[in-house]
């Protein structure tokens, strides 16, 4: 299972993205908050929502819920 990133930046919307570890667009180490194991985006998108209000999956790696 892939290991999840949320990044400290937020996006122009007000959003902080979700991503794998893998991914291409994962932010640097001093920018990203180390998530967890998860078994799909769903589950670390949760995570993530303890850490910022407005949070969205990577459209590169963790596009099920990047609707908002
Ligand atoms: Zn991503």
Redesign the pocket.
Known sequence: MPEYYVSKAAQPNGDH????AE????PAEENRIYLGVFGDCHSAIAQAKRYYAKVN??????QARHTG
Not at 17 to 20: A, G, M, P, S, T
């Open positions: 993205e979700v991503h794998q991914c291409e667009h994962l999956g990577c459209s590169s790696c963790s």
